[in-house]
T-cell receptor
Framework: AQSVTQLGSHVSVSEGALVLLRCNYS??????LFWYVQYPNQGLQLLLK??????LVKGINGFEAEFKKSETSFHLTKPSAHMSDAAEYFC????????????FGEGTQLTVNP | GAGVSQSPSNKVTEKGKDVELRCDPI?????LYWYRQSLGQGLEFLIY????????KSGLPSDRFSAERTGGSVSTLTIQRTQQEDSAVYLC????????????FGEGSWLTVV
C-alpha cells in the first residue's frame, strides 16, 4: 500500500527566504505524485504533478518539486517566499495498488513572516 | 469552465439527524471521489465512482455513510443519524478516466453536528 510522510506539520519562513517542504513516499512501483495547496476556508488546488516525464517538475506560483527515486522523496521548494504563500500544503501519491485514488500526507502548514 | 461544485457550503445539524451533501463534478469527468477532512485526521478517502463500475466504498467509516451517483454525474453523500464525530469538511473531487489523471477538488461542505 502507498503512504506519504510529510516531515514537519508546521514550517515558518521569512518573506524572501527559501521554502522547503518535505515529502517522502512509500510505493512498490514509481507512482504519480502530487502537491496540493489549501488556502483558508477553500478546497485543494493542484500545485504540480509528477508523471515520470521529468524528475524536476515546475508548478504554479513559482513552486517546483524534484522526484528522487533513490531517496523516495518529492520535496517542494520555492526560492523566495511571499506572504501569499501562507497556506497548508499536502503531498499525495497515486499508485497502482490503490487504483486512481490519492493517498495524502498529513499536511504542512506554512507560515510566512514579514 | 466550471469547477467541481458542492452544496451546501455550510451545514449545521442536530445529532441524530440525517444530512445529504451534493456534488456536481466537472463536465466530462467520469471519476468522482469523496474525501473527509477533519482536525487530527487529515484527508481521508471515503468513496470512489468510476463510470458504470461498482463504486469503491472501502473508505466509508460506518454503515451510516452512503453515497450514490445518478446518471454518471451528480453525486450525493448521505450521513444517517449524525454524530458529533462526523463534524468535518467533506470534499468532492473529479477527474477524467484513467490512472494518473489530475484530480480536481471542490470547495467542500463544512458539516457541524451539534
Amino acid at each position: 500500500a502507498q503512504s506519504v510522510t510529510q516531515l514537519g506539520s508546521h514550517v515558518s519562513v521569512s518573506e524572501g527566504a527559501l521554502v522547503l517542504l518535505r515529502c517522502n513516499y512509500s510505493s512498490s512501483v514509481p507512482p504519480y505524485l502530487f502537491w496540493y495547496v489549501q488556502y483558508p476556508n477553500q478546497g485543494l488546488q493542484l500545485l504540480l504533478k509528477y508523471t515520470s516525464a521529468a524528475t524536476l517538475v515546475k508548478g504554479i506560483n513559482g513552486f517546483e518539486a524534484e522526484f528522487k527515486k533513490s531517496e523516495t522523496s518529492f520535496h517542494l521548494t520555492k526560492p523566495s517566499a511571499h506572504m501569499s504563500d501562507a497556506a497548508e500544503y499536502f503531498c499525495a501519491v497515486m499508485g497502482e495498488t490503490s487504483g486512481s485514488r490519492l493517498t495524502f500526507g498529513e499536511g504542512t502548514q506554512l507560515t510566512v513572516n514579514p | 469552465g466550471a469547477g467541481v461544485s458542492q452544496s451546501p457550503s455550510n451545514k449545521v445539524t442536530e445529532k441524530g439527524k440525517d444530512v445529504e451533501l451534493r456534488c456536481d463534478p466537472i463536465s466530462g469527468h467520469t471519476a468522482l471521489y469523496w474525501y473527509r477532512q477533519s482536525l487530527g485526521q487529515g484527508l481521508e478517502f471515503l468513496i470512489y465512482f468510476q463510470g458504470n463500475s461498482a463504486p469503491d466504498k472501502s473508505g466509508l467509516p460506518s454503515d451510516r455513510f452512503s453515497a450514490e451517483r445518478t446518471g454518471g454525474s451528480v453525486s450525493t453523500l448521505t450521513i444517517q443519524r449524525t454524530q458529533q464525530e462526523d463534524s468535518a469538511v467533506y470534499l468532492c473531487a473529479s477527474s477524467r478516466t484513467g490512472f494518473g489523471n489530475t484530480i480536481y477538488f471542490g470547495e467542500g461542505s463544512w458539516l457541524t453536528v451539534v
